[in-house]
Structure formats: C-alpha cells, structure tokens
C-alpha cells in the first residue's frame, strides 16, 4: 500500500556567520562595525561636500556620489545582518527575506562595477577628449548613465530570486555564510540546480569580462594620451586624477575576483577564509572609498577642510 508523504517546504534559513570561528564571533563583530559606520560617515560626507559646494558640480563627483549612494546601501544590506548574527545570535533569516537580501546585495555589487565603468569613461573623456568633455557629458547624459547602471544591475539579478523560487528546499536550511549569498542558497535545494548554477557564473564571468575589458581599454587609451603630452608636469597631474579611480578599483575586484574563483574553484581554500574574503569584498571598498578619494581628490580633499575644519577657503593649485 502506497504511503503519501508530504513534504513542508522550510520557511527559514539559519546562517552560520563564519564556520569554525563561531567563539570569535562578538570580536569579529567589531571590525564589522567600524567600517559600517566609517562607511556611513565618509561617504555621507563625500556626497554633503559636493551637493554645499557649487564647484563640485561636475560629472566627475556627480559619478562618485553615485557611488558614495551605492556603497552605504551595500555595506547596509549586509553588516546590519551581519551584526545580528555576531553580536546578538540573531541567526535565523525568513526565506523571502533572505532571498531579497540575496537580490539587493548582486544587485549592488553589479551596479558599484558599472559606477566604476562610467568613472572610467569619464576619466578617459577629460583627458582623451577634453574640448568635447562638457558637450558629451552633459547633466543628461550623466543622468542616463545612471540609470543604465541601475537597469543593467536590476535585471540582471532578478533571475535569481526568480528561479530559486521554483526549486524544493525540504531538508537543508544552514547557510554557512554570514549573508544569503547565491551560490550558497542554491547549494541547499533539493533538485537539480544546474540552471541556477549557470545563470549565477553567466551573470558573474559576464560582469567581469565586460566591465573590466572596458576600463582596460579606457585606460590604455588614457595612457597613450598622458605619455604623449610633452609636459612632465601636465602628465602628472593628469594621471593624479586617475589615481582614486585605479585604488577604487583595485580595492573592489581584487577581493571580488578572489571570492568568485575559490567559490568554484578553490575546494582547499577554508570556508571561514572565503566567507571573511567575500565579507570583506561587501565591507572594505565601501569604507575605504571615500577616504580615497578625500585623499587623491585635491578638489574633494579642499572642501571638506573648508566646509567642516577651517571654514576659509584654499587655493586651487
């Protein structure tokens, strides 16, 4: 006689936080912590700098208050359930929740690449093109790069909510992760997960290959225009401005690539390594931006001092 069983599909997840590091969770959640409010802080400050002081109303910061938005919004959707786990054993995530924190997260982490993609263009126009630069990026323009990036990061990511909706999850419910990231969500379904799989690497490699091809070649056009500029001084200052984007850059995909790669490939790597690795890829560049640029940006750098320290201002030069 045929038994019918019926299985209940789980309607939480329990995220682990760091594996093997468990008893270290409280200290853990201290670094966490500071670049959370470091990133709060200095990229509120970036973006009050520019909005009070009429001579930063360019594309340039225009595109880094883009991204000053968009790395408090990441470092947000993940530290604050990060705190949670670490601080007040709040382990436990509803599924459509975690699922929408999944979403935010790639969403984000799409939109910062193509930030970074549009800066580089922008660089590329100012010292590539410079007598064209206010006919092509016009207020319209910047506008409209804007919304591509948050186009191009919403629909690529919808998908993947959209397809782990349709799998079982009957069994499993441990996420090791500190946050409900795609792969790890996937792992846990019971059925085939091969469309989920190959949607997930399609969107990553695509992202990668397209967004760092394309600041690549921004930047050997931006050098071959520097080194034919026969003042040293001329040069100089041209790759100054170039200096934030390059360490804006290297701080994101370093980290970035790092986290994709043992996440397929890296079967030796720890799991407490690459759960802290991708922890600090959400974390890191969102707090280190705006000091960054407070720093390499003469123009940024100046303002703030005047605006928040002295109140007086200082010279251009």
Not at 70 to 84: I, V
Not at 145 to 158: E, H, K, P, Q, T
Not at 292 to 301: H, M, N
């Amino acid at each position: 006689m045929a038994v019918n069983v019926t299985r209940q599909h789980i309607a939480s997840f329990f995220l682990v936080g760091i594996p093997g590091l468990e008893k270290f969770h409280h200290w853990i959640g201290i670094p966490v912590c500071l670049l959370f409010v470091l990133t709060l802080l200095g990229n509120s400050i970036i973006i009050t700098t520019v909005r009070l002081e009429p001579s930063l109303h360019q594309p340039m910061f225009f595109f880094l208050c883009m991204l000053a938005m968009n790395d408090m919004c990441l470092s947000g959707s993940a530290a604050l359930k990060m705190l949670g786990i670490f601080w007040f054993n709040a382990h436990w995530i509803d599924f459509d929740a975690c699922l929408a924190q999944m979403y935010f997260i790639h969403t984000l982490c799409i939109m910062e690449s193509a930030i970074l993609v549009i800066m580089a263009f922008d660089r590329f126009v100012a010292i590539c093109i410079p007598l064209h630069y206010a006919s092509i990026l016009t207020t319209s323009m910047v506008t409209k790069l804007g919304l591509v990036c948050l186009i191009r990061g919403v629909l690529m990511v919808l998908p993947c909510p959209l397809l782990i909706k349709r799998l079982p999850y009957y069994t499993k419910y441990i996420i090791h992760h500190a946050y409900c990231e795609h792969m790890a969500v996937v792992k846990l379904a019971s059925a085939n997960t091969v469309i989920n799989r190959a949607y997930g690497i399609s969107v990553a490699l695509s992202v990668i290959t397209v967004d760092l091809g394309l600041i690549a070649t921004s930047y050997v056009k931006i050098l071959q225009a520097v080194f034919r500029l026969s003042s040293q001084n001329a040069r100089s200052k041209a790759l100054g401005t170039c200096a934030a984007h390059v360490c804006t850059m290297l701080v994101s995909y370093i980290p970035a690539l790092f986290s994709f790669l043992t996440h397929r490939i890296g079967k030796k790597v720890p799991p407490s390594v690459h759960i802290i690795v991708a922890s600090v890829y959400l974390l890191l560049p969102s707090a280190v931006n705006p000091v960054v640029y407070g720093v390499k940006t003469k123009q940024i750098r100046n303002r703030i001092i005047e605006l928040f320290f002295i109140h007086k201002k200082l010279p251009e030069t």
